[in-house]
Nanobody, 114 residues
Framework: EVQLVESGGGFVQPGGSLRLSCAASGFAFSGAAMCWLRQAPGKGLERVSTITSGGSALYGDSVKGRFSISRDNAKSTLYLQLNDLRTEDTAMYHC????????RGQGTQVTVSS
């Protein structure tokens, strides 16, 4: 059974930073592409970042240059470093196996506010 457990969210002021983690189990993590998705209040799911099994990273235009995705295959853990946070980054952040919107964890809340 695929399990994805996100952590690291919180409340932060604009310009602040957070590091999200996603602990994965139940599948061959090292061979899977992984994504971070987010859902802001009243909006649909948005793909934030993708990392391939080989470690290549892609970012949405709204987070490019501010967020950084990485993975530790030995720990079956996915990360997202969030820097220079803005109020519009407020959302529930989910990790996803194979970037499948249906195969995502419960999420961790990020709130950016002054």
């Amino acid at each position: 059974e695929v399990q994805l457990v996100e952590s690291g969210g919180g409340f932060v002021q604009p310009g602040g930073s957070l590091r999200l983690s996603c602990a994965a189990s139940g599948f061959a993590f090292s061979g899977a592409a992984m994504c971070w998705l987010r859902q802001a209040p009243g909006k649909g799911l948005e793909r934030v970042s993708t990392i391939t099994s080989g470690g290549s990273a892609l970012y949405g235009d709204s987070v490019k240059g501010r967020f950084s995705i990485s993975r530790d295959n030995a720990k079956s853990t996915l990360y997202l470093q969030l820097n220079d946070l803005r109020t519009e980054d407020t959302a529930m952040y989910h990790c996803s196996k194979d970037c499948d919107y249906e195969a995502r964890g419960q999420g961790t809340q990020v709130t950016v506010s002054s």
